[in-house]
């Protein structure tokens, strides 16, 4: 990406530069990131311009409020060279086979039987639902990502601008080089696929980034349990800590969690 000193269509930035990815031969720049903390109101006037800039605007958190390498960011542990392109991904095969590898039964495991484990993802137990149909949007999609932005903003306060050359959200993941869930795959594009269906079928928006962290604004949740919990096995393929290790254990209590949330928050340990 090649950003000169421009603001995009007249917006103006706060002081930043651009950030080299450690991997390479230290040619390739994939972010523009503010030397300090994001505007309220910067991200929205850089989401709005998204369509002439060909820029997405990103709130990006630290692995520490007062890090002083602002990790990953600002230290360009960023991936990009890696990476495929999402389009080189089916996204419900994606998640079928995810889906497959997490809830596999081991009579060795030593942290939960098999009954326990089927509990986890139960009704489905190890069986696949497929992908949870689209839902109608009841908000417009740009105008929650805004109110969600200005709540993250409020929340992390800390959290600084970055811009990264993208056609969409889902695909600014991918061209940073951002590895979040490099421990259960370390090609971000798979990621960037299944969101690109989010997208399209809930409404949703990424906003903002951590270490290993995402954040989306969702236009379209489910709004009964039926549905949600078809989303929450779609979740569980894409993030299985989210209910290992978050604080509703079962895929029906995280569903449960899910029904008529407007922002989709994940971790990957």
């Keep these: 990406m090649n950003l000169d000193s421009r603001p995009p269509d007249g917006v103006a930035l706060p002081p930043g530069r651009m950030i080299t990815s450690e991997e390479g031969d230290g040619d390739l720049q994939p972010l523009w990131l503010s030397d300090g903390p994001a505007p309220v109101d910067l991200w929205s006037a850089l989401r709005a311009e998204h369509a002439t800039s060909a820029?997405?605007?990103?709130?990006?958190?630290?692995?520490?409020?007062?890090?002083?390498?602002?990790?990953p960011w600002a230290?360009?542990?960023l991936s990009p060279?890696?990476?495929s392109s999402p389009a080189d991904h089916n996204p419900e095969q994606l998640l079928a086979r995810w889906w497959h590898d997490y809830t596999v039964t081991d009579e060795d495991d030593d942290m939960l039987t098999v009954e326990e484990r089927l509990a986890v993802t139960a009704p489905f137990g190890q069986t696949w639902p497929g992908t949870a149909p689209g839902r109608t949007f009841s908000a417009e999609p740009d105008a929650m990502a805004e109110q969600f932005a200005r709540v993250f903003m409020a929340q992390h306060p800390h959290a600084r601008l970055g811009l990264?050359?993208?056609p969409r959200g889902a695909d600014a993941l991918t061209t940073v080089g951002w590895d979040g869930p490099v421990n259960y795959d370390n090609d971000t594009a798979a990621f960037s696929a299944v969101i690109r269906t989010w997208e399209d079928r809930f409404?949703?928006?990424v906003v903002a980034l951590g270490l290993s962290t995402l954040h989306l604004s969702i236009a379209a949740p489910p709004s009964g349990l039926e549905q949600a919990l078809a989303v929450a096995a779609e979740h569980f393929a894409f993030c299985p800590d989210n209910i290992w290790q978050g604080a509703h254990s079962t895929l029906t209590a995280y569903a449960e969690h899910l029904i008529d949330l407007n922002c989709w928050e994940f971790w990957w340990d």
Aim: hydrophobic share 40%.
């Design 55 to 71: 820029l997405w605007p990103l709130l990006l958190d630290s692995i520490e409020p007062h890090d002083p390498e602002f990790r």
């Design 164 to 166: 990264v050359a993208a």
């Design 203 to 205: 409404g949703a928006r």
């Design 75 to 77: 230290c360009g542990e």
């Design 81 to 83: 060279e890696r990476m």
